[in-house]
DNA sequence: AGCGGTCAAGTTGAT
DNA sequence: ATCAACTTGACCGCT
């Protein structure tokens, strides 16, 4: 095993290895008959669910500690007319055991898993059918979350409608409404363009969410704290292991794209601040497994 | 086997 | 007013 304190993740798929998640679309199953689209989400659901285990085992072999579990896991899940239980698919039970064979792996080789909602689940949002979808979709990766063990679903504060203020005192009144399992898992990450660090640390504060720092977003939208007292005010928000992110821009820090993810991370933009932290860190890089490996190597074994 | 078109969703900001 | 970007492919259906 490895002796450094910085725990690594791998976001959601891989580049070289042969591990995929399989997934479907409203508009294609829709051509079938109800049974045989059961059957087909079934068979996708169940495939994804050996799927992750493969993906867990092959962090562990490689001594990355940390996967993100994409959202379409189940693809389809909360769609407003394809969506479903998965205790009325074919072979749900299964399905249910493969997840949890999933979280006894990780509980016993230490391997963190994580979700990351995407950009259109918006807790903020002024259309209440918007949080609604949102809150469902919550739901359902807390259901998965806790048949996998995973500790995190990470989301961004979303949208700020030309009033920032009260679309923060809206998050904060749906995540009070937040049922539990979903609740204890959530963290909040700042943003590129509308939500700085220092915008969320009282949400945070307040209401015990422990912030996801994105180093990278930072960056890219700063406020008046340094690196330095980001990374320390977001690891005091943490009731366990402090979750990072990092990645680097395809261009560089000049160019007008510096938003978009560059394959691999150029070891420069990983902070020196959090060489001796036990922190897991989560690396957004287009080539994933082959960039988590690159940065690992080049901080542990070539650095002096 | 290879390639192009398509896919549930929200919000922002560039044109 | 429209539309790409964000993430980021994977899949289907055609040649």
């Known amino acids: 095993m490895t002796k450094e304190a910085i725990r690594f993740g791998l976001c959601c798929i891989f580049k070289e290895q042969p591990i995929k998640f399989r997934t479907t679309t409203a508009k294609y199953l829709s051509q079938f008959p109800v049974e045989e689209q059961k059957n087909r989400l079934s068979k996708i659901c169940l495939s994804n669910a050996k799927t992750l285990l493969k993906a867990l085992a092959f962090c562990h072999q490689h001594h990355i500690g940390s996967f993100r579990i994409n959202s379409q896991i189940l693809p389809l899940k909360t769609h407003p007319q394809q969506g479903y239980n998965v205790r009325d698919l074919p072979k749900a039970d299964q399905i249910i055991k493969n997840f949890m064979a999933c979280g006894k792996f990780s509980l016993e080789h230490d391997i963190r898993t994580t979700f990351h909602p995407d950009q ?5 949002s002024v259309h209440p059918d918007v949080v609604k979808r949102s809150k469902a979709d919550l739901e359902y990766q807390a259901e998965v979350s806790q048949w996998v063990n995973a500790d995190v679903i990470n989301i961004h504060a979303g949208g700020v409608y030309n009033d920032k203020p009260s679309a923060l005192s809206r ?7 937040l049922p539990d399992p979903v609740r204890k898992r959530l963290t909040l990450e700042n943003d590129d363009k509308s939500y700085s660090p220092e915008d969320l640390f009282p949400v945070c504060r307040d209401m015990e969410i422990p912030l996801v720092y994105d180093v990278h977003h930072h960056r890219c939208l700063k406020d008046n704290l340094s690196i330095k007292d980001a990374t320390d005010l977001s690891a ?10 990092i990645s680097s821009p395809i261009n560089g ?10 394959d691999f991370i150029a070891v420069n933009d990983f902070p020196r601040n959090w060489m001796s932290m036990k922190i897991t860190v989560e690396v957004e890089a287009k080539a994933k497994e082959v960039a ?6 080049e ?4 650095g002096k």
């Open 120 to 124: 259109f689940i918006v807790l903020s």
């Open 171 to 177: 998050l904060r009144k749906v995540i009070d409404s």
């Open 236 to 245: 005091d928000t943490w009731n366990r292991e402090p979750l990072f992110h």
């Open 253 to 262: 820090w000049k160019s007008p794209d510096m938003r978009k993810h560059h």
């Open 292 to 297: 988590v490996l690159k940065l690992m190597k």
């Open 299 to 302: 901080l542990f074994c070539d």
